[in-house]
């Protein structure tokens, strides 16, 4: 992106950069630039590309940004890392907000965020943004020196902390959330995982790995083990046509279902009638 030094560039965007264009010292995790804006709606975010990791923490409201032709938008509490060589490009945001934001080098930079479990391209639950982090950091990178590089390093590190355990703490609210309409509804027939993600605001990607993650199973295995014991109880009164069995616990297609029973249970549907 064109490269501004000035401290204001708006009435509502401040941003502040470190005096030399690379880092002076062989960190792992550089502090390029730091800033604050508040958006009112109808607000054009910069236009370029850039090559280095864009981290944005949403404050209050919510801000429209576009990136590489997608809509993205920062919500209160919602961190968005923007990844290297990818572009952004201004669009009138929908919406007023404000967020804070940070621009990371280094020699392993990308290496870290990864590690850290922070994926790109898509805003996610961090918690409240740091703000007294992010103001320690403005003071950091307007220092000169190698020490100031090495403080801004470590505060950036810190930030990275924060947005760990904001979003470990939403990740295991979302899979108990999961867990519990997965446990509700798996004898809708009309019930997925792509429903369940879609109502979670999520991925199914990113749902299945945070799932997989806390549960040591994926949603679409939990959902099946859940139809396929209560298949098993229903089999076992003997009581329902088989037909009927497997709708009641979300098959729509009785020879599917057949062959799930005969697959767990080693066995197929009709012998296991009775059988405790």
Same mark, same amino acid.
């Given at each position: 992106?064109?490269?501004?030094?000035?401290?204001?560039?708006?009435?509502?965007?401040?941003?502040?950069?470190?005096?030399?264009?690379?880092?002076?010292?062989?960190?792992?995790?550089?502090?390029?630039?730091?800033?604050?804006?508040?958006?009112?709606?109808?607000?054009?975010?910069?236009?370029?590309?850039?090559?280095?990791?864009?981290?944005?923490?949403?404050?209050?409201?919510?801000?429209?940004?576009?990136?590489?032709?997608?809509?993205?938008?920062?919500?209160?509490?919602?961190?968005?890392?923007h990844p290297p060589a990818s572009r952004i490009s201004g669009t009138p945001s929908r919406n007023a907000g404000s967020y804070r934001?940070?621009?990371?080098?280094?020699?392993? *930079?990308?290496?870290?965020?990864?590690? &850290?479990?922070?994926?790109?391209?898509?805003?996610?639950?961090?918690?409240? &943004?740091?703000?007294?982090?992010?103001?320690?950091?403005?003071?950091?990178?307007?220092?000169?020196?190698?020490? *100031?590089?090495?403080? /801004?390093?470590?505060?950036?590190?810190?930030?990275?902390?924060? /947005?760990?355990?904001?979003?470990?703490?939403?990740?295991?609210? $979302?899979? *108990?959330?999961?867990?519990?309409?997965?446990?509700?509804?798996?004898?809708?027939?009309?019930?997925?995982?792509?429903?369940?993600?879609?109502?979670?605001?999520?991925?199914?990607?990113?749902?299945?790995?945070?799932?997989?993650?806390?549960?040591?199973?994926?949603?679409?295995?939990?959902?099946?083990?859940?139809?396929?014991?209560?298949?098993?109880? $229903?089999?076992?009164?003997?009581?329902?046509?088989?037909?009927?069995?497997?709708?009641?616990?979300?098959?729509?297609?009785?020879?599917?279902?057949?062959?799930?029973?005969?697959?767990?249970?080693?066995?197929?549907?009709?012998?296991?009638?009775?059988?405790?």
């Amino acid at each position: 992106m064109t490269k501004r030094r000035s401290a204001e560039i708006s009435p509502e965007w401040h941003g502040w950069w470190r005096a030399s264009e690379r880092p002076g010292l062989p960190l792992a995790l550089g502090a390029r630039s730091v800033g604050r804006c508040a958006a009112p709606r109808g607000w054009h975010h910069g236009t370029g590309t850039v090559g280095w990791t864009n981290l944005y923490w949403g404050v209050s409201g919510a801000v429209d940004l576009m990136a590489d032709g997608q809509r993205v938008t920062i919500s209160a509490n919602e961190l968005w890392l923007h990844p290297p060589a990818s572009r952004i490009s201004g669009t009138p945001s929908r919406n007023a907000g404000s967020y804070r934001w940070l621009t990371i080098d280094g020699e392993h *930079a990308a290496a870290t965020i990864a590690a &850290c479990g922070l994926g790109y391209h898509f805003a996610h639950s961090a918690g409240p &943004c740091p703000v007294a982090l992010f103001d320690r950091l403005e003071s950091e990178v307007q220092a000169f020196g190698p020490h *100031a590089e090495a403080r /801004a390093s470590a505060t950036v590190y810190a930030i990275l902390t924060a /947005a760990i355990g904001g979003s470990l703490q939403r990740h295991s609210e $979302l899979v *108990a959330q999961a867990r519990a309409m997965i446990t509700e509804r798996f004898t809708d027939p009309d019930f997925s995982i792509q429903a369940l993600a879609t109502t979670l605001g999520l991925d199914r990607s990113v749902l299945s790995r945070r799932f997989s993650a806390e549960c040591q199973r994926a949603p679409a295995e939990f959902l099946q083990e859940l139809r396929l014991q209560h298949a098993r109880s $229903l089999l076992a009164a003997g009581q329902l046509p088989i037909a009927s069995i497997a709708q009641r616990c979300g098959f729509t297609d009785p020879a599917y279902f057949a062959r799930r029973i005969r697959h767990t249970f080693g066995a197929s549907p009709r012998s296991l009638r009775g059988l405790p």
